[in-house]
């Protein structure tokens, strides 16, 4: 097997595990908000949830160090080894992030991992997303528009998954306070609000990747 194909493979591979785990995260979080569940189902689905959710958390970053590799390899970017190299730098970095963000509740050092996670997340939307633009309107970097274009959705999809943390915010407290204190209707309101609200994120995020998909498979063509 030739180098690109099997970049080809795992940048498939890396879409298929992102939009599955993404459905069967939402899934599982269908059974989080039912408040006709006792807490122990609950927490089990969120367990479940919350372990499923890894698969896209690390495509992600995965996805954007086999893309920018492939399409080098390929010819479609107009970059240097070295910028292929330091996007895999940044990549490796970015799953050991979400790697250490998991595995680290209760530890000291969360809060602060969390936060720059979140501030690193923003710089690559702008990386990635000035540099979509810029070759839309230059075309220069990326071969071809519908490559662009890809890089342009893909700056959307890291938005939207910034969203999703906005949108989940009341959620933690109340989880705790379900734990803690029992079930309340002003506690089941709050779950369920927070989880329903992301659920057009989600669908949007679904979108995204299936254009992205079209688009690299060439079944979209300008």
């Not at 030739?2 to 194909?5: A, F, G, K, N, V």
């Given at each position: 097997m030739?180098?690109?194909?099997l970049i080809k493979f795992l940048h498939l591979l890396a879409f298929v595990y992102w939009l599955g785990g993404d459905l069967g995260t939402y899934y599982a979080s269908t059974f989080v908000a039912r408040s006709d569940l006792d807490t122990k189902a609950r927490s089990t689905a969120l367990d479940i949830m919350m372990g499923v959710d890894q698969a896209p958390r690390i495509c992600m970053p995965l996805i954007l160090g086999l893309g920018v590799h492939l399409a080098y390899k390929m010819g479609y970017m107009d970059v240097s080894?070295?910028?292929v190299a330091l996007t895999w730098i940044i990549?490796?970095?970015w799953i050991t992030m979400v790697w250490a963000i998991h595995n680290g509740h209760g530890k000291s050092w969360l809060a602060g991992l969390q936060k720059f996670d979140l501030w690193f997340r923003y710089l690559m939307i702008v990386l990635v997303g000035g540099s979509a633009i810029y070759a839309l309107i230059t075309g220069e970097i990326y071969q071809g528009d519908w490559l662009a274009t890809k890089a342009l959705i893909f700056a959307l999809l890291m938005m939207a998954g910034v969203v999703l943390r906005y949108r989940?915010?009341?959620f933690v407290p109340a989880w705790i306070?379900?734990?803690s204190e029992?079930?309340?209707d002003e506690v089941n309101q709050t779950i369920r609000k927070s989880l329903v609200g992301c659920r057009?994120?989600?669908l949007a995020i679904w979108v995204g990747l299936l254009i992205n998909a079209a688009l690299g498979l060439h079944l979209i063509n300008f």
């Open positions: 030739s180098e690109i194909l080894p070295a910028i990549t490796i970095a989940l915010k009341n306070a379900l734990n029992g079930p309340s057009p994120i989600v």
